[in-house]
T-cell receptor, first 113, second 118 residues
C-alpha cells in the first residue's frame, strides 16, 4: 500500500542550485498537486495537474515548474533555488475533482541556504 | 480574498471535553465540498471528514462532526470527547466543483493548533 510517495524526504540546497522533487502515486489518480507549507500560512497550492500531460498554475507558482509525462508521476522543479523557497513540500493526489479526498505524501523538507 | 478562513490560531481543551474549531469559506460556486485534515507533529496529513454543499445532513465520522451552516458559509469541526492524541494542527479546506478555471483546486486555511491537556 504505497499510496503517494515523495522523494527525497530532506534536501539542503545552496542559492542558485536546481533540483527536482518526485511524486509517485499508485492509485491511478487523475489529479495531482504540489503544495508548500510555511509556518502560519497553511498549505498553498503551487501547481497541479488534471491528467497526464496537463498542468496548471496554483496560488504560488513563481520559481517552480512541473511536468506530468506519466499519469503516476508529478515532478516539481526548482531551476534556481532561493531562500524564500525553504519550506515543506507536499504532493497529493485524488481520483477526481469533486468529493474525493486528497491523499498526501509524507512531505519533503527543503532548505535553501 | 481568502477562500478559507480559520480565525483561531490556537485552541486548548481538556481531555474528554468537546471542542469546536471554526472555519468560514468564500465561494459563489453552488457546488463545492468542504474537508478537514489533521496534521500531527509527525507531519503527515490525515483526512478527517467531508461535507458536500448539497448534503442535507451534517457529516459525522466517529468523534468528528461537521457543523455545516450554508447560509453563514461556515463549516466548523466539532471533536467530542477529546483525547491527548487529538493534539495537532487542523486544516479546513474547500474545493469548488463547477468553476472551470479553478476546478480541481483544494484551498486550505491557515490552520488551528489544538492542544489537549489532561
Amino acid at each position: 500500500n504505497a499510496g503517494v510517495t515523495q522523494t527525497p524526504k530532506f534536501r539542503v540546497l545552496k542559492t542558485g542550485q536546481s533540483m527536482t522533487l518526485l511524486c509517485a502515486q499508485d492509485m491511478n489518480h487523475e489529479y495531482m498537486y504540489w503544495y508548500r507549507q510555511d509556518p502560519g500560512m497553511g498549505l498553498r497550492l503551487i501547481h497541479y495537474s488534471v491528467g497526464e500531460g496537463t498542468t496548471a498554475k496554483g496560488e504560488v507558482p513563481d520559481g517552480y515548474n512541473v511536468s506530468r509525462l506519466k499519469k503516476q508521476n508529478f515532478l516539481l522543479g526548482l531551476e534556481s533555488a532561493a531562500p524564500s523557497q525553504t519550506s515543506v513540500y507536499f504532493c497529493a493526489s485524488s481520483r477526481d475533482a469533486t468529493n474525493e479526498k486528497l491523499f498526501f505524501g509524507s512531505g519533503t523538507q527543503l532548505s535553501v541556504l | 480574498a481568502q477562500k478559507i478562513t480559520q480565525t483561531q490560531p490556537g485552541m486548548f481543551v481538556q481531555e474528554k471535553e468537546a471542542v469546536t474549531l471554526d472555519c468560514t469559506y468564500d465561494t459563489s460556486d453552488p457546488s463545492y465540498g468542504l474537508f478537514w485534515y489533521k496534521q500531527p507533529s509527525s507531519g503527515e496529513m490525515i483526512f478527517l471528514i467531508y461535507q458536500g454543499s448539497y448534503d442535507q445532513q451534517n457529516a459525522t465520522e466517529g468523534r468528528y462532526s461537521l457543523n455545516f451552516q450554508k447560509a453563514r458559509k461556515s463549516a466548523n469541526l466539532v471533536i467530542s470527547a477529546s483525547q491527548l492524541g487529538d493534539s495537532a494542527m487542523y486544516f479546513c479546506a474547500m474545493r469548488e466543483h463547477t468553476r472551470g478555471s479553478t476546478l480541481g483546486r483544494l484551498y486550505f486555511g491557515r490552520g488551528t493548533q489544538l492542544t489537549v491537556w489532561p
